[in-house]
């Protein structure tokens, strides 16, 4: 049953896998084009092309060099992201650009991928999350990363990376008597977050309890995207032919608010491809983490895939109104260079599990 | 059998695991399908709703774009302007077929062709819901004859837009640069930026390129309510634009002219800087080009013929030009012998005419046959004596030659506020063996001591460095602007110190300074013939570098029979009044033959100028003539 099988390396990886992530990012292409032309298309173009070079670069890596490495990738990245206070740009008043060797990337994106290593490597080595020093232990790594980029601010990573992170713990075998204490912890400090928020963050909350308010300000936003997708009906208006983006009535149309344009042009026959294409995604990556024989390696990738799920949750909940805007691409079809590149990075890790699963048997 | 406790417990933790994951994935799915749920009820029971809200969605919110800020001379003479021109646009998917809209437009007005392929190809590279000009500048009677047909042309209509214009043209071409056409590349770049998004123009070069941040302002906002076709029907609440900053240069538009008109005719540049806060005062290339076409776009024909013309008009000497400074690099040598406490720096050497490496045969020609005798510093400098600077270059040696020229500001850009400076080079052995993979020779420290060989610097460099000598080792970035004017505030730029030269000794900078006064003032100094009738003193020092090799030159006096391409470039450094500097001036006149003949004159007339013209004294020599 062991016994290990010669594989070509095509075959480390698993094709439903790479098909779905290749249609997604191809259906990311024809919004990039829709909402852009040429130019912006060609750009996405290189960026795919980057993004599945660092893909089948990171399935080709030993899962045993991931655990290693864990700690210091981890360490790395809380440098880069308190480096980003120091002498980081900012955009749109938060500052979370880094300039490196003439190109910038936003540290935020890389702590998705080192935060799960990181806390997957810890839980396996102590055995689990059962009990609760290992449990503190684990949370104290989340929650690094999450202050340092709450605090930039961006709440959307943060969040992200914290729920991806609780998620881990829960999948790691926290007990469900922690789980509810906890749970009850955080519900308990939500009014003190509050305080935390800055007032645009605030104003996203109450613009989203309440819509109508200021259809023109704060709403202006979702109000539209929500024309955009209803107006598509169940066939959509056709690609290239959204009066909802093309008039300019949509914002970020081609970055956080592409799903609309998506949802528009294509109608929810549309909706429904690109679900089904991201429910493919997270039950075969959820099913190949279970084939790894190193906890590490099962940690990794199911704590990868649970947060591909949450952005894809967070960014059309907020798009389609059911979430406050808290500025999230969606992945893999947002136009943006690091969200695609670390996205692709995340499922290069995954199919690394996933490829020496036979090998680590023996 | 029972398993060994390790793997049980491995086998618990992987059963725990997958009940784990089994609930994660079914916490997942019921998220995949919430969404797909919440897209079905929009997209299907509420569609008739959105649909009415999308017909109805009269609410646009346009950007409106800011003025650009003027750009200004020292005394309040404007560079740059903006005038309004009407430009007829076209939004692709609006119109039905562009195709047809250009035939109906063809009928009612005369479109250029150039202009007409330029629209094309921005059709095909942009989103067919930009608006895209075709025509931009349309007169009263055009503006009248499409107000007519408009009804037959959806998607087309007319902006109003203001235009940049440069009413010096091309004598400040090199210095205020020109806004062009914001290309793909540089639309990328400002994805995101929403000032920019109904900017059309953006800074290519010189000022409006370096203060393109200041000079562009902050966007407006209107929302308006426009009509099932796209069109504005009324205004319902507006930001106005923040225009862009004003900003004042250093320069002097009166000595700027003056500078470019010295030159007509010839190829070199003219850098002048204020050795009290580095502000550059002239700053002229020659031969320059008209801005103003370019601000619209030319066509590429055009624009190749303008960029291959000859002596490269597009070519900023003053900053990219990178010459051997000749002869005025002895100025820095001298001031690194006494440094140095070299013996011969406070001494003298005798100059026959030539000179010799201890221990070989080859000789190194002085430029006066028959040598200059004994020669102290001052004399050196004076008669410009090569024997005198070979020795001390040899007893500097390349690496202390290399570390005083670098002191000085050569081989490495001086960081003026203008796009794209030059670096120059000053070679060490180091950089030689990396770049050219030969060790130094001695012979190539000798010709150093003469300006000649690796060394290049820009002309804006040998300003900056002969600033520095005027103000005794105080060493300031050149920089272009001098003042900001946001909103009626003005807010005046600080000058800003560089790491000084500082002498060792007392008394060196006098001494270099007095061998320079002697260039213009001593009865030998090469270039007495401008020292003539001076009510005021200028320290100077006149340079010539080699255009083709030593050996093939023939003597400069036979000028004319010289083909143009082979004569020597002409180099004049100079700063005036020696007590009180407040000009410092560097020329370069290509292929102008000698320093002394083709560049001194010209920086005579300058510091002239700036020191008696704007105060309206006649300038005191001209009229007596150097000739």
Known sequence: MYLPRLRTRLARFDVPLVCALLLLTGIGLLGAYSTGGEPLLHRQVVRLLVGSGVMVALAHVEPGNYARWAPWFYVATVAALVAVFVVGSSAKGAQRWLAAGGFQFQPAEVAKIATPLMVAAFLAKRGGASRLSVVVGAIAFIALPVLLIGYQPDLGTAVIIAVAGAGLLFIAGMSWRLLAAFGAAGLASLPLAWYGLKDYQRERVVTFLDPDQNPLAGGYQVLQSKIAIGSGGLYGKGWLNGTQSHLDFLPERSTDFVFAVLAEEFGLLGVAVILVLAGIVIFRGLWIAGQSQEPFGRLVAAGLVLSFFLHVFVNVGMVSGLLPVVGLPLPLISYGGTSLVTTMAAFGIVMSMFSHRRLLAD | MSLHPLRRDAMRERRRYRSRVIVGAGLAGAGLLVLFLRAGHLQIVEHEHYTTLSRENRIRVHTIAPARGLVRDRNGVVLARNFSVFSLEIVPEQTGGVDRTLALLHEILTIDEGEEEKFRRQVRQLPGFESIPLKTRLDEREVAVFSVNRHRLPGVDIHTRLVREYPFGEALAHVVGYVGRINADERSRLEGNPHYRATRHIGKTGVEHSWERTLHGYAGLEQVEVD????????????????????????????????????????????????????????????????????????????????????????????????????????????????????????????????????????????????????????????????????????????????????????????????????????????????????????????????????????????????????????????????????????????????????????????????????????????????????????????????????????????????????????????????????????????????????????????????????????????????
């Open chain 2, 228 to 627: 099932a076709r796209g069109r504005v029907v009324r205004t319902i609440d507006s930001t106005d634009p923040v225009p862009g900053a004003e900003v004042t240069l250093g320069l002097d538009v009166g000595l700027q002219l003056r500078a470019h008109a010295a030159l007509s005719g010839q190829v070199g540049a003219i850098v002048a800087v204020d050795p009290r806060d580095g502000a550059v005062l002239a700053l002229a290339s020659v031969p320059s080009f008209d801005p103003n076409p370019l601000v619209h776009g030319i066509d590429r024909e055009s624009y190749a013929k303008l960029v291959g013309a000859r002596h490269r008009p597009m070519f900023n000497r003053a900053l990219h030009g990178q010459y051997s400074p000749g002869s005025v690099a002895k100025i820095f040598l001298a001031f690194a012998g006494l440094d140095q406490s070299l013996d011969l720096a406070l001494g003298r050497v005798w100059c026959g005419g030539s000179y010799r490496l201890p221990g070989t045969t080859y000789e190194y020609r002085d430029w006066k046959a028959g040598g200059h005798g004994r020669v102290g510093l001052e004399r050196g400098l004076a008669e410009s004596c090569d024997v005198y600077f070979y020795e001390l270059a040899y007893k500097l040696g390349i690496n202390r030659i290399h570390r005083y020229l670098t002191r000085f500001g050569l081989g490495q850009p001086t960081g003026v506020d203008l796009p794209r400076e030059a670096p120059g080079l000053v070679p060490s052995r180091e950089w030689k063996l990396a770049t050219l993979g030969r060790p130094w020779m001695a012979g190539e420290t000798i010709i150093s001591g003469i300006g000649q060989g690796y060394v290049l610097s820009t002309p804006l460099q040998l300003a900056s460095a002969t600033a520095t000598v005027a103000g005794r080792g105080v060493r300031l970035r050149p920089r272009a602007a001098i003042r900001i004017e946001r909103n009626g505030v003005a807010e005046d730029l600080p000058a800003e110190d560089l790491p000084p030269v500082v002498a060792s000794g007392e008394g060196y900078w006098t001494r270099v300074i007095e061998g320079m006064e002697g260039v213009v003032h001593a009865g030998a100094g090469t270039a007495r013939r401008i020292g003539e009738g001076l009510t005021y003193r200028i320290a100077g020092k006149t340079g010539t570098a080699q255009v083709v090799h030593q050996e093939t030159r023939t003597s400069p006096d036979d000028l004319e029979s010289i083909p143009w391409e082979r004569r020597d470039h002409a180099l004049f450094a100079a700063f005036a009044p020696v007590d009180d500097p407040t000009i410092a001036v560097a020329v370069v006149v290509e292929h102008g033959g000698s320093g002394s003949r083709a560049a001194a004159p010209i920086a005579r007339e300058l510091i002239d100028h700036h020191l008696h013209g704007a105060s309206g004294e006649p300038a005191p020599l001209i009229a007596a003539g150097a000739r």
